[in-house]
């Protein structure tokens, strides 16, 4: 298979869907942190591509998909252990963003939706912990789903974040997206839903470049154009810096918990980037932890009277379209805090987030995300259909 976007990091994957289903004759691909039955899972990184025998199943998730008829072509770029949010890989190299070939496609699910973006696939896998399939979605152009936190297990897919992790997935329609849900989370959507409320978070759309902000206008504009009640209010009375920093101490200490070991005793190479978010995952103390966690509970209080039935809320995906490649380390490390500040508030709620490609800026994508309760995923599903229903 021709893969001149380097997304594919194992196109010798392949897996044919059932003759018939609600997917046939579909194609996808998958994160390479997912396992299929006889293939190593090499996580972005080739010291645990030598280390690991391969897998003795396939992930639950992707046997849904294969068994609703779609083939899954191969398995995908990640940034090294999920632990990044750009796309770009010491080891494999950075997939190429097919809407802005100079810029970064976003990770750590950065081959997923490149070969969504590129057309090499109909839809992809990835997984979403601090971000990784949301900034991505936004930064390529596409449809990307982070559904309510353990809505699907994580079986047979390499853990980071325990509290964190989730499985998504990138279309470049809502229909799609909607398709592969039905299957996924056992749902049947036939029809657009509207919620009864929208909170436009201004809080959250502060923290996006005004440039940003003012592309995305438009777009939040029809949103509450077509739900008609529409306030414009703060998602929180905490300032969404303290939140960021909350979910770096809590899921940077999970994941040196998942790969201490393993790194103890490997002594892997890592791009400096990785290396250096494991290094202060492991340096927080627990007082830092336990005022962390204390800080999660509040907030979940906090929102949970804010997000009652029917109410949904939307924010930048990002704060600005992607980021050019191969920017200094000092650059891209502020940039990281931007993105974190705002893919941090459905980390730390374990809630649904459901990005939309509504926007652009000098030509590049941004998306427009919609957030709601937990277990409230069809509702957002219903209305990214009813938006582009309406369009």
Same mark, same amino acid.
């Given at each position: 298979m021709q893969d001149p976007f380097n997304a594919f990091s194992d196109v010798s994957v392949r897996i044919e869907g059932a003759a018939n289903g609600p997917l046939a004759g579909l194609r996808f691909a998958a994160k390479d942190l997912f396992d299929v039955a006889g293939h190593v899972t090499g996580g972005g990184n080739p010291d645990w591509l030598a280390s690991h025998p391969p897998a003795a199943r396939t992930a639950p998730v992707i046997q849904a998909l294969v068994d609703a008829g779609a083939t899954l072509i191969g398995k995908t770029h990640t940034d090294e252990l999920s632990r990044g949010i750009f796309g770009e890989n010491a080891h494999y190299g950075t997939p190429v963003n097919p809407r802005a070939p100079n810029r970064v496609p976003g990770g750590s699910s950065s081959g997923s939706a490149v070969a969504v973006a590129a057309s090499l696939v109909d839809f992809a896998l990835g997984t979403d912990t601090g971000g990784s399939v949301r900034v991505p979605a936004s930064f390529c152009g596409l449809y990307g789903i982070r559904p309510t936190h353990g809505r699907l297990k994580f079986d047979a897919v390499m853990a980071q974040a325990p509290s964190f992790?989730?499985?998504?997935?990138?279309?470049? $329609?809502?229909? =799609? +997206?909607?398709?592969?849900?039905?299957?996924?989370?056992?749902?049947?959507?036939?029809?657009?839903? +509207?919620?009864?409320? %929208?909170?436009?978070?201004?809080?959250?759309?502060?923290?996006?470049?005004?440039?940003?902000?003012?592309?995305?206008?438009?777009?939040? !504009?029809?949103?509450?154009?077509?739900?008609?009640?529409?306030?414009?209010? !703060? /998602?929180?009375? &905490?300032?969404?810096?303290?939140?960021?920093?909350?979910?770096?101490?809590?899921?940077?200490?999970? !994941?040196? *918990?998942?790969?201490?070991?393993?790194?103890?005793?490997?002594?892997?190479?890592?791009?400096?980037?990785?290396?250096?978010?494991?290094?202060?995952?492991?340096?927080?103390? *627990?007082? *830092?932890? #336990?005022?962390?966690?204390?800080?999660?509970?509040?907030?979940?209080?906090?929102? &949970?009277?804010? /997000? #009652?039935?029917?109410?949904?809320?939307? +924010?930048?995906?990002?704060?600005?379209?992607?980021?050019?490649?191969? %920017?200094?380390?000092?650059?891209?490390?502020?940039?990281?805090?931007?993105?974190?500040?705002?893919?941090?508030?459905?980390?730390?709620?374990?809630?649904?987030? +459901?990005?939309?490609? =509504?926007?652009?800026? $000098?030509?590049?994508? %941004?998306?427009?995300?919609? %957030?709601?309760?937990?277990?409230?995923?069809?509702?957002? /599903?219903?209305?990214?259909?009813? *938006?582009?229903?309406?369009?």
């Open positions: 992790d989730t499985i998504g997935w990138f279309s470049r $329609d809502a229909e =799609l +997206l909607i398709q592969v849900a039905q299957v996924l989370l056992g749902m049947k959507l036939e029809r657009p839903i +509207l919620p009864r409320r %929208l909170i436009v978070a201004s809080d959250a759309f502060a923290v996006a470049d005004p440039a940003t902000a003012k592309a995305l206008a438009p777009a939040v !504009a029809r949103l509450g154009d077509l739900i008609g009640n529409v306030a414009h209010r !703060a /998602l929180s009375l &905490a300032a969404l810096d303290d939140w960021r920093r909350h979910q770096v101490a809590l899921q940077g200490r999970e !994941a040196w *918990e998942t790969f201490s070991q393993w790194i103890d005793q490997r002594n892997p190479r890592f791009g400096f980037e990785v290396a250096e978010i494991f290094m202060r995952g492991a340096s927080f103390n *627990e007082a *830092e932890l #336990d005022l962390a966690a204390k800080f999660r509970d509040q907030r979940r209080a906090e929102l &949970a009277t804010l /997000l #009652d039935d029917g109410t949904v809320v939307c +924010l930048p995906t990002t704060p600005f379209p992607a980021p050019l490649r191969g %920017l200094t380390r000092s650059v891209m490390r502020g940039q990281r805090n931007s993105l974190l500040t705002l893919t941090c508030i459905a980390g730390l709620l374990g809630l649904p987030q +459901l990005s939309m490609p =509504l926007a652009e800026l $000098d030509g590049l994508p %941004l998306g427009l995300s919609i %957030l709601a309760e937990a277990g409230a995923d069809k509702m957002l /599903l219903g209305l990214a259909l009813a *938006e582009a229903t309406a369009r």
